[in-house]
């Protein structure tokens, strides 16, 4: 299979999807009848299952045998249940990931967690550019805490070349996909480096999980975060996941006590023990609607193979900035994106980041068009590779539309210009 | 409308359901054909419109519209607009309410806010028998905070005397309906109590919103927290909602510093800055699935006169009782909740409890014949009454059933004492 064909036609794209072993996955979604959808990175599409699960749910589970659904359908076990499906899609040992609250509070939880399993150190990098909330979290929580902790914004050459790590930091919490700019991190090296400073990474893999494969136990990965609603497909604000490895979760102590965190939640104590394992990061009641469209998004990944879904993403990355550079010449567009120069070393999660002075129009123009991208503050077009929906030849469309839009100036119309909320 | 009538018939209740403004209503949800639904304090049923709610957004606004939703179908300002619906059904004012997350991280976010407003006060109160999952939080925030905090639990009567607010008190949080015994708070004298003393209550009104006519703003109350899935028939693991009087809005600082809260959301700021009014308790993305099944359970609300619905859980009470002294003595059983002597000064929230040694067993052994109660340790029998699904009738039907139990000694069966997850 070539990686790099020297002049990318229509052909050349539809015979990769001939050859492509995911291609009938697409099947198994609801999607547009016309036009491509780039933003499975923003909210995945509905798989065709989730009707059906969520209406049993509703049916029988909800609407006939009610609280005795608890025990009879084991909604109580859901969150961990849920967890040890998302542990198998990102390389996590059962018992090491649960579903529960959103990422946001996830995050606070196992940030406040690694500070207490840091004591005496009281800094918490980030990397420039990283997603806002990560940032706002952190900021809330040294906020809460108040005393000496400070926050290090710092570059992303400062944290490979291990600098940014000195004695007093605690705790990196960094985007194994960078939202903006898809640039990658490699997880495994960076946990090595801030190990070897002693110093703990929580991973949010909001913008890989479901889109590659991940090992987390391999990687040697001590505390991560991620989102349902992106690439897994578990429908708009499904609950998020959280991971912890095995050796850290007797001593995790997150500040966050909810009953069902509880060592015995149906007992009903006065004090709080904590569960032992992965089940003391459980909080408030689990919302089993959610929980129930989020199994069908990630059940599709337990039949499809990983490494094939990461393949795909990264060749259709390659595929489309080929056509970026073969068609888009001198309309503007510069690529925002680190482009990979070699198969061993990925540098690029599974989304592609044009920059364009009147980005946001543009991807106006485009949606109009039915090439739904998102726009990215201040200047980018982010086009998310979701391998389980997207066919090569949706490149083409795409590429094609863009360079319409560019040569005719079609953003151009005030309309296109209003700023309305993308998530 | 006798409210005691001296030697209660079947046919009495029957005639009190002809009578009953609210009888039709229940023909709005799903429930089991035969027996008697006293959980709707634990999980409410399902409205019919739910499926219809819930299905839409999948079909169309998630499967269709994907992330044009956010705007579209106004996803994101849900948590505010169904904030304000469930304002109406708890008395407060437009922008007083938001739903997010679950009961225990809203707590946690008013716990901490709360503490902000009163600094130099060391003490948070909670009652004795309180629903553990408000002790767990306040203890999770104080193991957070080190330094001084203190919980002190305290006995109703330190509460009701004023005692037990000295000047080092910033915070009571305080259960409406106490979950066990069913005893009712006077949510507007407390808190003029709490606030003579300086401190401020967080209300949780898990047991008391959809049950009762409240009225937070006319009662002055300053926060409060409350839940989707009970007699707001929300559905399993519903968001839940928390309350922030006006006047204390701008100068609230809850720690969990979310996107969503932010003042920008869609700017991607490095800092955060809380956006005004109740928007600034709102974290992560919201459960959309869940939140529009949320919305069926309380439009159900805005059709009623919730004086009618407080006015049917007290009449439900009164005459359940009556049945109970009426039909069950030397049988063993103890009244364990609140008997109210008067029709002014209501002291028992819409359910009723009895004691039994062997209440465990005894539960099971109803839920057999189809009267669904619950149990809470050590000994109680906990028969929620909500107004909405509940006839007169079914009352009879219960106690009857409750009657055979104990004359046969039904329960003493091994299989009836297995104790499982209920919540």
Known sequence: MTIFPS?????????????????????????????????????????????GRVHEVLRQQWGQDLIRSWTRHDWIDMPLRMGDKIGRIIGAL????????????????????????????????AEEGTFPTDLYMMQGLVDL???????????????????????????????????????????EAMTALARDAGALVLWDLAHSAGAMPLHLHRWKVDLAVGCGYKYLNGGPGAPAFLYVAKHLQQSLEQPLWGWLGHAEPFALEEAYRPADGIRRTLCGTPPILS??????????????????????????GHLFLQLVDETLEGLGIEVACPRETSLERQLRGSQVCL????????????????????????????????????????????VASLREVL????????HFHCRGAVT
Chains 1, 2 share one sequence.
Do not use: M
């Not at 609801?30 to 599409?45: D, I, K, Q, R, W």
């Open 355 to 398: 920059r364009h002075p009147d980005a946001f129009p543009i991807v106006q123009a485009l949606i109009e068009r039915g090439i739904a991208g998102d726009f990215r503050a201040p200047d980018v077009l982010r086009f998310g590779l979701s391998p389980l929906i997207l066919r090569y030849a949706d490149l083409w469309q795409a």
């Open 407 to 414: 040569e005719t100036r079609a953003w151009d119309q005030p």
């Open 145 to 187: 805490l108040g005393g000496s902790y400070e926050i290090r914004i710092v570059a992303r050459e400062a944290l490979l070349s291990g600098q940014a790590f000195d004695p007093d930091v605690a705790l990196a919490c960094l985007s194994h996909v960078q939202f903006r700019d898809g640039a990658l991190h490699d997880v």
């Open 291 to 316: 929980l129930a469209a989020l199994e069908a998004g990630c059940d599709l990944f337990l039949e499809v193979d990983l490494e094939q879904v990461g393949k795909k993403g990264r060749r259709l």
């Open 94 to 125: 059962p018992g090491e990931v649960a579903v529960a609250d959103s990422t946001s509070i996830n995050l606070f939880k196992l940030l406040a967690a690694a500070l207490r399993l840091r004591p005496g150190r009281n800094v918490l990098l």
């Open 7 to 51: 002049a990318l036609t229509l052909k050349d794209l539809q015979e990769s999807d001939s050859a492509d072993p995911l291609a009938t996955v697409r099947d198994r979604f609801v999607l547009p009848e016309a036009g491509v959808y780039f933003c499975g990175n923003s909210l995945g599409p509905l798989p065709r299952a989730t009707k």
